[in-house]
């Protein structure tokens, strides 16, 4: 009977043998971890960021984080800090990419450019605005978050070579660096830009990671591109 017993539990589902938390403590934390996440999105998505705006999310990661960290029921101490940490650095690294809300000492810290080049985000913040090249972020951080991208397909593609698993993965890391070869090769063509607008260091390391692949179809692209905008009649650099 033990053994028949033993045998059906193993043959249920995973979620059947679990045992289920819906105590109150446990349903009033995820209430709140949703609020002070929403309260974070609804600072975040200020089109006219005001210093309350930054107070807001502050607030809102804060909570979210610490919140976030008491929800799992049978988590160590460790475990919880480690989580709370986690929610945090995300919301953190999701302030520097899409809002001006990391201020330290006077000086604003934020993936994209303001508009006309400035720094004093809380007066001249508008998402979307472009720079002096036309685009939304300076040549460096938009070549070296390339050469980040081009790095994890690359590792994709060495893992397959060597282990032989992971064909999948593979494969699309190979036509993700193709489409963003010749993306950027287009881009930058037809825009007058230097070649990889002059980030020689990130050209170069994606050239490594890549076996050549990168700079072959980036490079065809380019020259395309801008043989093709001087045929137009396109003659104004824009370097």
Not at 9 to 20: E, G, I, T
Not at 41 to 56: D, F
Not at 159 to 179: E, K, N, W, Y
Not at 201 to 225: E, R
Request: a positive charge; glycine letters at 6%.
């Amino acid at each position: 009977m033990t053994e028949l017993n033993s045998h059906v539990a193993f043959s249920l589902p995973v979620a059947d043998r679990l045992p289920v938390h819906h105590s109150p403590a446990s349903t009033a934390l995820l209430l709140a971890t949703l609020a002070s996440l929403v309260t974070t999105v609804y600072a975040a998505s200020a089109k006219k960021p005001a210093p309350w705006h930054r107070l807001l999310f502050w607030c809102g990661a804060l909570a979210t984080a610490i919140f976030a960290s008491l929800l799992p029921p049978s988590a160590t101490w460790n475990q919880s800090i480690a989580l709370g940490v986690f929610f945090f650095c995300a919301l953190t690294v999701s302030a520097y990419m899409y809002t001006p809300f990391i201020q330290i000492r006077g000086k604003t810290y934020t993936y994209f450019k303001q508009a006309g080049g400035s720094t004093d985000t809380n007066q001249n913040y508008r998402r979307g605005a472009a720079n002096e090249n036309g685009v939304l972020i300076s040549s460096p951080k938009l070549w070296w978050t390339l050469a980040f991208g081009i790095l994890l397909c690359s590792f994709n593609i060495f893992t397959f070579a060597i282990d032989h698993q992971g064909a999948r993965p593979a494969l699309v890391s190979v036509i993700a660096i193709f489409i963003f070869a010749a993306a950027f090769g287009y881009i930058d063509g037809s825009s007058y830009f230097d070649v990889a607008r002059g980030q020689r260091m990130q050209f170069i390391l994606i050239t490594i990671t890549t076996a050549i692949l990168f700079p072959a179809v980036y490079l065809f692209l380019y020259y395309a591109a801008k043989k093709l905008a001087n045929n137009r009649g396109a003659t104004t650099p824009n370097r």
